[in-house]
C-alpha cells in the first residue's frame, strides 16, 4: 500500500505561479514513476507530467516551457512547479504512482 498526501493548490490569477508537493509513504520502494494528473470541470482526467526514480521527466505539450516536476532525493516526494498558469490549467490535480496509487487530488483554479 501506498498513501498519497498532496498539497498547495489554490486560486491565483492568469500568468501567476503554483508549487504543487505530494508525499508518499508505504511501499515506496517500489514505485518507478511519479507523476500528476488533472480533471477539468466536464472533462477527461488527462496526464500532466511524469518522473521516473532516475529523473527521466515526460509532459503534456499543453503544460511544457510552463511547468517542472521534480523527485526528491528519497524518491518519495514529487513537486510540480506551475508558471505562465491559464485559465485553462483549472482544474482538480492529482498525484499518482506507477504501481497504480492515487492522491486525493489538491484544486487549481486560475481566473483570468
Known amino acids: 500500500q501506498v498513501q498519497l498526501v498532496e498539497s498547495g493548490g489554490g486560486m491565483v490569477q492568469a500568468g501567476g505561479s503554483l508549487r504543487l508537493s505530494c508525499a508518499a509513504s508505504?511501499?515506496?520502494?517500489?514505485?518507478?514513476?511519479m507523476g500528476w494528473y488533472r480533471q477539468a470541470p466536464g472533462k477527461q482526467r488527462e496526464l500532466v507530467a511524469t518522473c521516473t526514480r532516475g529523473g527521466y521527466t515526460n509532459y503534456a505539450e499543453t503544460v511544457k516551457d510552463r511547468f517542472t516536476i521534480s523527485r526528491g532525493y528519497a524518491k518519495n516526494t514529487v513537486w510540480l512547479q506551475m508558471n505562465s498558469l491559464k485559465p485553462e490549467d483549472t482544474g482538480v490535480y492529482y498525484c499518482?504512482?506507477?504501481?497504480?496509487?492515487w492522491g486525493q487530488g489538491t484544486q487549481v483554479t486560475v481566473s483570468s
Open positions: 508505504g511501499s515506496i520502494f517500489e514505485i518507478n514513476i
Open positions: 499518482y504512482t506507477s504501481t497504480g496509487f
